[in-house]
T-cell receptor, first 112, second 113 residues
Framework: DAGVTQSPTHLIKTRGQHVTLRCSPI?????VSWYQQVLGQGPQFIFQ???????GRGNFPDRFSARQFPNYSSELNVNALLLGDSALYLC???????????FGQGTRLTVV | GEDVEQSLFLSVREGDSSVINCTYTDSSSTYLYWYKQEPGAGLQLLTY?????DMKQDQRLTVLLNKKDKHLSLRIADTQTGDSAIYFC?????????????FGQGTILTVHP
């Protein structure tokens, strides 16, 4: 079975641009969460989706949005990028929201 | 409130045991996790413990949980240079938090030959 896959692995964007990050969960997993990891810190919770509905939102501005598709894959969108959005964005896959969480390799976003 | 704290650095000699400590504050935690992160990589789930357990052993890894003191530790026996990485503890909170993970800031483990 494939693990959690995220794309792209790296990207560079300019301030003010928009970015879309993608995540495919492990087969059979219906819950996807997004985390932001700034260099030198632990991951911070952004969103959780389960069965295509938002089930939790962290303390992030409205520039951050996400959705989950019928096949349980997910997109994270960030508008009006700021330099401070530069981070590793991690996707976590779970069968249901409260059980073991498995992470992808992340997308490294650099905003210049 | 939710807060997870870890010591920032640990340095050990190859073959010794490593003990990484973590404290958490939310008594409604359901799972407590240990993740490993190597440079430039994502998070690898190392082990976990249910909040109603005291200890879990998995090969070289031993997790101890003291619920009264809200203290979690990870012991790595016979530490190898390949164990050098950042280790994160995380708590998963049920109820209305719906399994949200709260992470510590990570402990950088350096293993010397």
């Amino acid at each position: 079975d494939a693990g959690v896959t995220q794309s792209p692995t790296h990207l560079i964007k300019t301030r003010g641009q928009h970015v879309t990050l993608r995540c495919s969960p492990i087969s059979g997993h219906k819950s996807v969460s997004w985390y932001q990891q700034v260099l030198g810190q632990g991951p911070q919770f952004i969103f959780q989706y389960y069965e295509k509905e938002e089930r939790g939102r962290g303390n992030f501005p409205d520039r951050f949005s996400a959705r989950q598709f019928p096949n349980y894959s997910s997109e994270l969108n960030v508008n009006a990028l700021l330099l401070g959005d530069s981070a590793l964005y991690l996707c976590a896959s779970r069968r249901t929201p409260t059980v073991l969480a498995f992470f992808g390799q992340g997308t490294r976003l650099t905003v210049v | 409130g939710e807060d997870v704290e870890q010591s920032l650095f640990l340095s050990v000699r190859e073959g010794d045991s490593s003990v990484i400590n973590c404290t958490y504050t939310d008594s409604s935690s359901t799972y407590l996790y240990w993740y490993k992160q190597e440079p430039g990589a994502g998070l690898q789930l190392l082990t976990y413990i249910f909040s109603n357990m005291d200890m879990k052993q998995d090969q070289r890894l031993t997790v101890l949980l003291n619920k009264k003191d809200k203290h979690l530790s990870l012991r790595i026996a016979d530490t190898q240079t390949g164990d050098s990485a950042i280790y994160f503890c995380a708590e998963s909170i049920g109820g209305t938090s719906y399994g949200k993970l709260t992470f510590g800031q990570g402990t950088i483990l350096t293993v010397h030959p």
